[in-house]
């Protein structure tokens, strides 16, 4: 397998990858190309690919424009672009009769664009650039809007249960759960064996709505459904109401009292694990850099991860950040585009660069299988890799941006502080989110 001796420093790209900042954008750690270029559409010829800052490497960035090359005789003229502003930059652009052929899009951008009339319709051409594998759904979903797809996925990462198995074996406990049964258990293990201590054995923030969520897709609910092609709030119905009662029961059971008001930032999650203040968290794979920065005596060989179990027997649905590969709409080069992210996001580069040399989650569950059989593999990822196999986002909808920045998430901190039932606060979101679906 190429990649095997790429691993190790693949790997500490991906720790430093960092999970969703905004709604309309991902930052993720890699190698710059470059400062942005001022152009905003093709030139001389040229297909042109707006990339961006931190997504994929030159490295792979290069192979894929050299396969290009070599099949079609077209040079490629690569854009660097930075998130500051980018969703305004992409509209405008967009807009002009000579836009980017291709560009790098947030996985919860998406929609929006395709709202406004910019982004191609691939949906004819979906199965020939799948290319015979699983797109991770949390990826594919959000770039599928009212039913077509507008997004090819390009990387992806997941969140996990992160915990330090040294804690857990000096508790008696060297196996991490697999069902929401075997993971309580466990947990009371934990709580009784640091009686009297300052230690909490799963901390979970009550604000932070990323975790939160994962209790609503398991127990079948969502933030909204479509139903005669628009969106429709959903977190008030039977399932999610169920789901948010659940997870507030988990949040009072096993984290401290004082997280209940409180986001992943302050105190930092990663710090507490640091500490040794935490037997558990759910966060992304930098949660692991970050906990060894806090603490250098901290290895990575002591630390782990594991998919979250739910009480559906499943893995609880994961959040999932990403970026994906879109079409401008007015390309005249609209063939070589279809062309160019196929050889992006075909198995061989996401195998050999996106993950082997970028460290990124590839775009597909057959790579992630076999991103895991390598033998340089390091099994502190593991989670996160089993955790991307079950994916969801945010609804692809141009409002939840909205939705995002208002203060419409601050029910989760509502109804872990008891200020309102699970049920009142749904409701209450589903009436403001339904505003905002309907413009």
């Known amino acids: 397998m190429k990649q095997q001796h790429n691993v ?51 490295a792979t960035i290069k192979a894929i424009n050299d396969q290009f090359t070599k099949e079609t005789g077209v040079e490629v003229n690569i854009q660097n672009q930075q998130w500051k502003d980018i969703s305004t930059k992409i509209t405008t652009a967009l807009s002009t009769s000579t836009p980017p052929d291709v560009l790098d899009l947030g996985n919860t951008q998406v929609a929006g664009f395709a709202a406004s009339g910019g982004l191609m319709d ?55 759960p697999t069902t929401y049964a075997e993971l309580e258990a466990d947990l009371q293990i934990l709580k009784d064996a640091h009686q009297g201590e300052d230690f909490t054995p799963f901390y979970v923030p009550g604000a932070d709505w990323k975790t939160a969520i994962q209790w609503v ?105 990403g970026s994906v590969w879109g079409v401008a709409q007015k390309s005249s080069k609209q063939d070589l585009a279809l062309k160019w992210i196929k050889i992006a996001s075909s198995p061989d580069i996401q195998n050999d660069y996106v993950f082997a040399k970028d460290g990124y989650l590839p775009n597909n569950v057959e790579g992630l299988d076999k991103a895991m059989a390598s033998d340089d593999f390091p099994t502190a990822l593991t989670g996160f890799f089993e955790a991307a196999k079950r994916t969801k986002a945010t609804p692809a909808s141009p409002q939840w941006t909205t939705i995002e920045s208002d203060g419409s998430l601050t029910l989760f901190k509502d109804i872990a502080t008891d200020t309102s039932k699970a049920e009142a606060s749904a409701k209450k979101f589903d009436e403001h989110a339904n505003e905002l679906y309907a413009k």
């Not at 900042?21 to 690919?49: H, Q, R, W």
């Not at 015979?132 to 996990?160: F, N, Q």
Request: net charge negative; glycine share 10%.
């Open 122 to 176: 691939l949906t004819d051409h979906a199965d020939e650039l799948r290319q015979g594998v699983t797109w991770l759904s949390g990826l594919e979903e959000p770039a599928t809007v009212d039913g077509k797809l507008y997004g090819i996925p390009a990387l992806g990462a997941a969140r996990a249960v992160v915990y330090n198995k040294k804690t857990w074996a000096a508790a008696g406990i060297n196996e991490p």
């Open 8 to 58: 190790r420093p693949a790997i500490r790209r991906v720790l430093q990858a960092t999970a969703i900042v905004t709604a309309a954008a991902l930052t993720l750690a890699g190698c710059s190309m470059g400062a942005p270029s001022s152009d905003t559409g093709s030139s001389d010829g040229k297909l042109t690919v707006w990339v961006m800052q931190g997504d994929q490497s030159e």
């Open 217 to 321: 897709w398991d127990a079948g609910g969502d933030y909204a459904v479509q139903k005669d092609g628009k969106w429709v709030s959903s977190l008030s119905t039977k399932e999610s109401v169920s789901g948010l009662e659940q997870w507030r029961e988990f949040q009072h059971k096993w984290s401290s009292e004082a997280s209940r008001p409180l986001d992943t930032d302050s105190p930092d999650t990663s710090q507490l694990m640091a500490e040794g203040k935490i037997g558990a968290v759910i966060g992304n794979s930098a949660s692991i850099r970050v906990i060894q920065e806090y603490n250098k005596d901290i290895t990575a060989d002591e630390l782990g991860s594991f998919p979250m179990p739910g009480l559906s027997g499943q893995n609880q649905p994961s959040m999932m950040a």
